[in-house]
Structure formats: structure tokens, C-alpha cells
């Protein structure tokens, strides 16, 4: 390998040595995790430099030396804004030996890793907004996730990210620049540190979802196309490897192989625990060393996928995996239709997974019973819940509604409650209907369905779902007395628990009433609304 020196000495000999503000020896090379394949690679940062990019390879004594020359403008557009694609930065995110301008590069190092940061944590709190506040995030998570996206822009660069974070030396280096510009993040008011680690703060959120921001899909195509413009401009890579290189750039990367990379989401963790693959956590539900699950049968699936999945030790423990899809096109349409103008629902599957697993520690917080989340997996989209073993509070309607002589004395006064107590903490459950009430083998009932909960938003809809969802199990044959008799049972058992007696007045109202008129007979609404008002001293 040559020595400091004589790679300067180089420089100097194909650039003009007045105009060379950096030099820098980058990757393997600089942490000492080089394979005998490896060039060496040379990072110079000029002023002026006319073609503003330029590339050069040589062999030197058997060793092959790659040179990226890059103008100054330039190359501080890329460190900004990624101007060139993140082509000339991403030599400073791996580990470089600084030959010329060592507190340049540093500063340059910094701003890159701060703007690659911002951008990381800026998606995070867009996609979970609510969830993002509770994360826990190793610094190691940065350098990882960006290597992987990265690699997505040009597939080469994932053998030598490979090599460089397998290394001790390589991951530790590397980490000094993330380390800074996570103080400078944390100096704005959007992170905290925490024993090591670092939070977001809901100023990030703030920031996130206020300010107009690019797809992160959208943003990974530009840059993937600017690198693989770059290097074809400067040579790096041959006009017939061009189409090649953006065809590889878009497909899916093996996870395996001695070339894989560490997965970053291993490096955040949450109060339920590791954020590892959902297949992994559902082998370990219990405790380390738990066998695969012996079952795992679909229990749901029109708009997401759910799973109650066998998990075997000594005996057998149930948990629901459930994956959220994204509720766009036809099927969702029909639901879209039906509550129009009355109540908007969440769509995309993140939002929808970030409202589950906030709104659940949240209520759990306040002792609202819900089941508790095992585990969440942010990029797949999914969640580990425990399994409540019971029957849908919507069985003891329908049989009450038949005359049954089950009583549900005790388990609507716990449905009211339920309602009550998550209206008096400003949260709305957003998907009352009475198949989302799980009563378990002891009576207990609990909320099993958080996807739609939020804070904030319209209580009158959660009670109106509940009680005119209720009417839709009632068979034609009913007494509209017996309706009436239900409707006045919830009511009371509502208000009695604290709830919201505006929100149980307005339910009464046509602009409530009207979404279910196609679920249940028309007299069977109005009894129930007529007996809502005269529970609220109005009929």
C-alpha cells in the first residue's frame, strides 16, 4: 500500500496542486478491513475544478488507485442537498484518512451526517407521529440505515459497506461524525439523549408534518438516478453498464450472504421490547429459545392481514400478528362511501399501525383494558399483540336482541366505561362497533381494534358506531321495546361513567344516524335516538 506521501505526491501530478483544498484516503484502506480486490480510493476536493466532476484510475505498482476528484461548490451542494446524488459524500460517511484538510472534511462530514439524520428522523415522525416519541434509537442505527439505502442507489457500494461495518475500527469511525451531528440535532430541539441512546422529541413531529417534505421513495429515485449519472458522466461506470446499474439499483437486495448488511431496525428499541422481525419475536413470545410457532392460522384479511399464531413451550401461548396493508382502490371505496361527511378514517398502513401501538400503551397507561402490544416491526409493518381468548361482545347482543336470558348487566357498564374514560383522556376509539369489544372467559371486556383511535377527534361517533351498530344485530322480529330498553341501558351506563353528555346528545342526531341506515332498520335508528335524547333531558 502507499504511504501518505506518495499519495499526495499523485494528487499533485494529475491536479494542479495550488487548487487541492482535500485529499482524503476513504473506505477499507482507512480502517485497515481491505480485501486484496479493494482499490485504493482517493476523495479530492478542489477549487477550481472545470468539469466540476472528475474520475481517474490507476495502477500504481500492482495496486489500483481510484481517484473522484470534485470541485468545491459541488461537492458542498452534495454535502447539502445531495446535488450529485450523495456520490461524492458518501465517501465520508465509511471511515477516511485525511491527507489535506483535515477540519474541512471534518466540518463537511458533519453537515452530511446531520442532513442524512434529519432526513431519517423526519420520515420516521412523518410515517409515526405518535409512536416516534416513544423510540429509543442506538446511534448505530444512523450509519446502518443509511448504508442500506445508499446501497439501493448504487448496489456496489453494499460489499464495502459489508467489510467496513464488520470491522470494529470501521463501525467505531464511522460513528465519531454521527455521534456530532446527532449534538447538533439534539442542540435544535429535536432529540434527547437518554443513557446513550436517543429520542425524538414532539418538536421533531411538529417539524415533520407541517412542512412540505418529498416521498422518501421519491427522494431514494432522484438520487439513485443522479449517482448512476454521475458515474457514467465521469467514467466510473461504462455506457453499457449504465441501464444494467439502474435496473439493479431498484430491485430488491438479498438479505443473506456474506455480503448482507446488518439489519438497522435491530437498533431501536421500544417498551415492548427489540424491534426484530415479526417471524423472529412470534418464536420468542416467551422467552429466549422458544420454538417456532406451531400454528398460524388467518383470522382477518380484507384490509389487513391478521394471525393468531401457536407458540409452544411448555405449553402453548396465543399471539395475533397483524399486518397492516395500505387501504387504497376499490375495496376501500365502499367504506369511503359510507361514512361520508360524518367521519374520515386512516389509510395508509403506517398511520394506521403508529394510531395501534400509541393509542395502546396510552390507554393502558390510564388502565383501559386493551391487550398489550409484544412487539412491533416498523418496516414491515406489523404488530405482535397478546391474544384475549372470549367472545365479541356483538354474540351477547344478538342474543339479547333474541330474547336470551344471558344478561348483560355486567358487560355493557364495562363498554360504557371503556368509551368513558378514553373520552375523558381526549382519545376517541374510532372503531366502536361491537365486534371490536372482546368479552373473555371471566367477563372481563376489553378494545381490541386501536387502528383508528386518535386523539382528539369526534366522540359523538364513537357512540353513535356502538349503539347503531348494536341496532344492525337486532333481528326484524324484535320489539322495538327491547331495542329501547338496550339503547337506554348504554346511555345511562355512559353518563354514568363520566362520559361526554354533548357527544351522547349529538349521536342522536341525523348526520350520525344517516351512515347505518344501511345496516339496520330504519325504526329500530330512531328508537335508539329518541331514547338518547330523553337521556339527555331532550325528548
Known amino acids: ?130 409512536t416516534v416519541v416513544e423510540l429509543l434509537i442506538d446511534p448505530r442505527y444512523f450509519p446502518l440505515r443509511d448504508a442500506r439505502l445508499l446501497s439501493k442507489t448504487y448496489p456496489p457500494l453494499r460489499g464495502l459497506f459489508s467489510r467496513v461495518f464488520r470491522s470494529d475500527i470501521g463501525l467505531k469511525m464511522t460513528l465519531q461524525g454521527y455521534l456530532e451531528a446527532l449534538k447538533v440535532v439534539e442542540k435544535k430541539g429535536l432529540v434527547e439523549f437518554v443513557d446513550g441512546a436517543v429520542r425524538p422529541t414532539r418538536r421533531l413531529v411538529s417539524k415533520a408534518t407541517t412542512r412540505l417534505r418529498s416521498p422518501s421513495f421519491v427522494r431514494l429515485f432522484d438520487r439513485a438516478f443522479k449517482n448512476i449519472v454521475v458515474r457514467g458522466f465521469t467514467g466510473q461506470v461504462s455506457l453499457m453498464d449504465l441501464s444494467s446499474e439502474i435496473v439493479k439499483a431498484f430491485k430488491s437486495l438479498p438479505s443473506g450472504g456474506p455480503e448482507a448488511l446488518e439489519d438497522p431496525n435491530r437498533y431501536i428499541t421500544l417498551p415492548t421490547g427489540e424491534m426484530t422481525t415479526v417471524e423472529e419475536e412470534v418464536r420468542r413470545v416467551l422467552e429466549e429459545g422458544v420454538s ?52 374520515s378514517f386512516a389509510l395508509r398502513g403506517s398511520l394506521r399501525l403508529d394510531r395501534e401501538y400509541s393509542m395502546t400503551i396510552l390507554l393502558r397507561r390510564h388502565g383501559i383494558p386493551v391487550p398489550n402490544v409484544i412487539h412491533i416491526d416498523l418496516e414491515r409493518k406489523a404488530l405482535v399483540k397478546e391474544y384475549v381468548e372470549g367472545e365479541t361482545l356483538s354474540a351477547y347482543i344478538r342474543g339479547f336482541f333474541k330474547g336470551s336470558a344471558e344478561d348483560l348487566g355486567d358487560l355493557i357498564p364495562q363498554t360504557a366505561d371503556i368509551m368513558a374514560r378514553a373520552h375523558s383522556i381526549d382519545v376517541t376509539l374510532g372503531d366502536c362497533k361491537p365486534d371490536n369489544f372482546l368479552v373473555s372467559r371471566e367477563r372481563r371486556v376489553f378494545f381490541v381494534d386501536l387502528e383508528q383511535a386518535s386523539k382528539g377527534g369526534e366522540r359523538a361517533w364513537d357512540v353513535a358506531e356502538f349503539l347503531y351498530f348494536s341496532c344492525h ?19 345511562r351506563s355512559y353518563l354514568e361513567a363520566g362520559g361526554d353528555l354533548e357527544a351522547l346528545r349529538r ?8 351512515p347505518f341506515t344501511i345496516l339496520a332498520l330504519p325504526h329500530f335508528l330512531v328508537t335508539a335516538s329518541k331514547v338518547c335524547l330523553e337521556v339527555c333531558g331532550c325528548g
Open 473 to 491: 344485530h337486532a333481528p326484524p322480529t324484535t320489539p322495538p321495546e327491547r331495542v329501547s330498553e338496550f339503547a337506554r341501558f348504554f346511555a
Open 292 to 343: 417456532p410457532p406451531s400454528s398460524m392460522t388467518g383470522i382477518g384479511g380484507i384490509l389487513n392481514v391478521v394471525y393468531l399464531a401457536d407458540v409452544r413451550t411448555d405449553g402453548v401461548k396465543r399471539v395475533v400478528v397483524k399486518k397492516f396493508q395500505n387501504w387504497y382502490g376499490f375495496k376501500w371505496f365502499p367504506i369511503a362511501l359510507w361514512t361520508a361527511g360524518v367521519r
Open 1 to 130: 500500500m502507499m504511504d501518505s506521501a506518495s499519495v499526495v505526491d499523485l494528487c499533485e501530478t494529475i491536479f494542479h496542486p495550488k487548487k487541492l483544498m482535500a485529499i482524503a484516503l476513504c473506505g477499507p484502506h482507512a480502517c485497515e478491513c481491505a480485501s486484496s480486490h479493494d482499490p485504493l480510493d482517493i476523495l479530492v476536493v478542489a477549487e477550481p475544478l472545470p468539469t466540476g466532476v472528475r474520475f481517474r484510475k490507476l495502477k500504481v505498482g500492482g495496486l489500483t488507485v481510484c481517484f473522484l476528484a470534485v470541485g468545491k461548490p459541488l461537492f458542498e451542494s452534495d454535502v447539502r442537498r445531495a446535488m450529485l446524488g450523495d456520490t461524492a459524500t458518501v465517501k465520508l460517511l465509511t471511515p477516511y484518512k485525511a491527507l489535506r484538510g483535515r477540519e474541512y472534511l471534518r466540518e463537511m462530514e458533519v453537515k452530511f451526517k446531520c442532513r442524512r439524520i434529519l432526513e431519517t428522523l423526519n420520515d420516521l415522525a412523518a410515517e409515526y407521529p405518535e
Open 507 to 514: 349521536a342522536a342526531g341525523i348526520r350520525f344516524l344517516r
